[in-house]
């Protein structure tokens, strides 16, 4: 097992490019089932989780060649089954369920197993198939379902759910008439993928906003795109480069997408402005103390939460860390105070109080987000930090350990670790 090697205390200097959205990423290479033909995917980052997608496609038929940046989905005879061994590696494997049941009318797919971060049910995704005309039974594990044609109907989610609105588009694209999804995710990975399904034929109106129109079509096209950048990844790095200190350029980013974050850096002391096609992130002083809340985009997000704790770890006065979104995603918190982080959780609020210094220490990664949250706690940690079982680090952020290098950090991973 790998493990990331930390030696702190170096502020991060020059420039890093952010790669394409992980997030953005898997949903577009499963809309590839809507189409028969050829798709080409570009500026797809390399990371264990496109390459589990791909090796789902390519075991349920459609060959995959997957050399990131550049990803082909090819045409082949598909078995709409997606299998327990790969859907309980990535929890997004799910999002084959939406364009299965529109393409072949019957889908067999695992249910995504217990997550690290929360219950994590997807009662929305198979409500929203229902409304349209799917039936759908649970049988020893797997979510199976029959259905003719889909038919377009009014669906409201109980709440944003990204994967769910992003499955129902997609089933929505192929059904007979118009869908409307209501109170749906607002992310910019759900306007990346109605991008695509407009690029394919379908024509879908209002992505971006809580309200979405789906007009289902009778077939849809492949199609050839250039994933937008990982704004989680670029959050990371600003937030690396604030708690590091130091002056930074993360390039390729856009910044919209990252109005909350940079908002709270801003609140924070931390200088963080748009510069060419980045943000260049300079902090020099003390940080001050803000209070955060997640929510569904746009609000601040939940994917940011673990990382930006530790920059509050180091900020002068008392921050509020809210989690709105999941339920248990506070696991780095004991991992922080074995590094000397002073915080206390009262149901889903962290209280984050200002300490001098964090110490190295070796610490356990436990979801992809919080692996982030201890290697940026190493950056700013005296001595050394190890953090492990980076496999999680590996599923969302491409080569973590070059790109902070190459900013002047002391990172290295070590391989062969015995757990
Ligand atoms: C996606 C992102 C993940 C991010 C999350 C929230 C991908 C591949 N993953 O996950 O990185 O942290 O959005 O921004 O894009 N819920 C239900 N029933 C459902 C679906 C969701 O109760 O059927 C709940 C969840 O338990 C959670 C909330 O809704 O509390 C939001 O979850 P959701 O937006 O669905 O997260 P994912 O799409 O799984």
Same mark, same amino acid.
């Given at each position: ?8 205390? &170096? ?16 949903? =577009?290479? %499963? ?18 989780? *496109? ?73 929305? /995704? ?10 759908? &039974?649970?049988? +020893? ?83 050839? +795109? ?30 919209? $997408? ?44 939940? $994917? ?8 509050? %770890? ?33 149901? +889903? ?26 290697? =940026? ?14 496999? /999680? ?6 080569? *973590? ?19």
């Amino acid at each position: 097992m790998d493990g990331i090697l930390v030696r702190g205390g &170096k502020p991060l200097y020059g420039s890093v490019k952010v790669s394409g959205a992980k997030n953005a990423a898997l949903p =577009i290479l %499963c809309a590839t089932l809507l189409s028969d033909g050829e798709s080409h995917l570009r500026n797809v980052p390399d990371l264990h989780d *496109i390459a589990t997608t791909a090796q789902l496609l390519s075991t349920m038929g459609r060959p995959v060649d997957a050399a990131p940046p550049s990803v082909i989905v090819r045409p082949g005879t598909v078995t709409p089954e997606a299998p327990y061994d790969l859907v309980k590696k990535m929890r997004a494997s799910v999002l084959v369920l939406g364009p299965l049941t529109a393409r072949y009318g019957r889908a067999k797919v695992s249910l995504p197993g217990g997550c690290q971060i929360g219950t994590r049910p997807v009662d929305q /995704h198979l409500k929203g198939l229902e409304a349209m005309g799917a039936s759908i &039974k649970l049988d +020893h594990g797997y979510i199976l379902v029959e259905s003719g044609r889909l038919r377009g109907a009014q669906i409201v989610f109980d709440m944003p759910t990204v994967t769910g609105t992003e499955n129902l588009m997609m089933a929505a694209a192929l059904a007979k008439g118009k869908t409307t999804l209501v109170n749906a995710a607002r992310e910019p990975e759900v306007v990346e993928l109605a991008r695509v399904l407009n690029k394919m034929g379908a024509r879908v109106r209002g992505a971006g906003t809580n309200i979405i129109d789906i007009e289902g079509q009778d077939e849809l096209a492949p199609f050839d +795109h250039a994933i937008i950048p990982d704004r989680i990844e670029a959050g990371t790095f600003l937030v690396a480069a604030a708690a590091a200190g130091g002056d930074v350029l993360v390039d390729n980013v856009r910044s919209d $997408d990252l109005e909350a974050l940079i908002a709270a850096l801003r609140g924070a002391g931390v200088t963080v402005e748009p510069d060419g096609t980045g943000i260049r992130v300079v902090r020099t002083g003390t940080l001050r103390s803000v209070d955060v809340t997640t929510a569904p985009h746009p609000g601040f997000p939940t $994917d940011m939460q673990a990382q930006f704790m530790v920059l509050m %770890c180091l900020a002068e006065g008392t921050s509020r860390i809210a989690e709105t979104v999941f339920e248990n995603r506070f696991m780095h918190v004991p991992e922080l105070i074995r590094m000397g982080a002073d915080l206390h959780v009262e149901g +889903h609020t962290a209280h984050v109080r200002h300490v001098t210094r964090l110490d190295g220490a070796s610490v356990m990664a436990t979801d992809l987000r919080a692996s982030a949250s201890l290697v =940026i706690a190493g950056l700013v940690a005296d001595g050394e930090t190890l953090v492990r079982r980076v496999y /999680h680090l590996d599923r969302g952020y491409e080569h *973590i350990e070059t790109k902070l290098g190459g900013l002047g950090a002391d990172v290295t991973r070590v391989r062969g670790l015995a757990s």
